[in-house]
């Protein structure tokens, strides 16, 4: 099956700082990539929309100063969280559509766990 | 109502027994059908993808829709120790992708 990592697994940050994640389909192209967050025990949220070549697009009350996403190839979409909090401490998850569509299969990546102290 | 409705659980079965999961839906756009395991702290896995409805095996799964009823089940036949994860159902369509909260499984040995 298709395989998407993610970068780093697990980062600890100061509050205040911002934290990048990168997203990477390995073995196929992602014109479309998804962010998505998930809380302990909570189902994924998704975040936002990662077009390839374009803005993201963000869901409603996610804000997209704070979370910069930047898709710049057709392999590699990344999520800076800025100015971070603790509030912002989360499973952090991206995930690709293999065909294209953003309603086809999903592969995830491996998540990216986000400590702020 | 929720767009997706999935039982958080926890389930806890012996090894062996069946594992029934299943999760109901309010939109009649939703065309696929899919069921995710995810381990502690690590990404979704994909695990059954379906868009019609009945029956689709793979091994000892078996997705199961009733679009009628707007229904969807997931059985885990000889469940094992290793089964014992957070079950997610999902759907999409009209460019639409919903996910349902998970459902914790727990395999006793």
């Known amino acids: 099956g298709a395989v998407v990592s993610q970068h780093p697994s697990w980062v600890i940050c100061k509050s205040g700082t911002s934290v990048k994640i990168e997203c990477r389909s390995l073995?196929?192209?992602?014109?479309?990539m998804f962010w998505y967050r998930q809380f302990p025990k909570q189902s994924l949220m998704l975040m936002a929309t990662?077009?390839?070549?374009?803005?993201?697009?963000?869901e409603q009350g996610v804000e997209k100063d704070k979370f910069l996403i930047n898709h710049a190839s057709l392999t590699l979409s990344t999520l800076t969280v800025t100015s971070a909090h603790p509030e912002d401490s989360s499973f952090y998850i991206c995930?690709?559509?293999?065909?294209?569509?953003?309603?086809?299969?999903?592969?995830f990546g491996p998540g990216t766990r986000l400590t702020v102290l | 109502q929720k767009e997706v409705e999935q039982d958080p659980g926890p389930l806890s079965v012996p090894e062996g027994a069946i594992v029934s999961l299943n999760c109901t839906y309010s939109n009649s756009a939703f065309q696929y059908f899919m069921w995710y395991r995810q381990y502690s702290r690590k990404g979704p896995e994909l695990l059954m993808y379906?868009?019609?409805?009945g029956n689709k095996e793979d091994g000892r799964f078996t997705a199961q829709v009733d679009k009628s009823s707007k229904y969807i089940s997931l059985f885990i036949r000889d469940s094992q120790p290793s089964d014992s994860a957070t079950y997610l159902c999902a759907m999409g369509g009209n460019n639409r992708l919903a996910f349902g909260k998970g459902n914790q499984v727990v395999v006793i040995p």
């Open positions: 990662s077009n390839e070549g374009s803005k993201a697009t963000y």
């Open positions: 073995d196929f192209q992602a014109t479309t």
């Open positions: 379906t868009y019609s409805s």
């Open positions: 995930s690709a559509p293999t065909s294209g569509s953003s309603t086809d299969t999903q592969y």
